[in-house]
């Protein structure tokens, strides 16, 4: 496995979770990463990006002023620190890296390497 996501798990609305997605052979250290995210019948959407170096992030909508997108150059880990969580945000979380050096997207189709995913759910 290229990419692994963790830190998923249960918890109530306004509470806050820490999702790692981590690159241990450091394959992906020049590229940059994303999160989507899948609710249950739901089609997966884009959550947020991060470029290479961490200078650079993208948000969706619906995230900001929630989530926050970090990334450790050290350790190859990017995070998602989700804060606020509400129901709405229940979904099975997948951590990316594009296949290009292309700037940050939103665009799914540009990520060709996909972790396992982590589960999250909020509950009311």
């Known amino acids: 496995v290229q990419l692994q996501a963790s830190g998923g798990g249960l918890v109530q609305a306004g509470g806050s979770l820490r999702l790692t997605c981590a690159d241990s052979?450091?394959?992906?250290?020049?590229?940059?990463r994303g999160w989507f995210r899948q609710a249950p019948g739901r089609e997966r959407e884009f959550v947020a990006a991060i470029s290479w170096d961490g200078d650079s992030t993208l948000l969706a909508d619906s995230v900001k002023g929630r989530f926050t997108i970090s990334r450790d150059i050290a350790k190859n880990n990017v995070y998602l620190q989700m804060d606020s969580l509400e129901p709405e945000d229940t979904a099975v979380y997948y951590c990316a890296a594009p296949w290009w050096l292309g700037p940050l997207t939103e665009n799914e189709s540009k990520y060709g390497y996909w972790g396992q995913g982590t589960l999250v759910t909020v509950s009311s």
């Open positions: 052979a450091g394959k992906f250290s020049s590229y940059g």
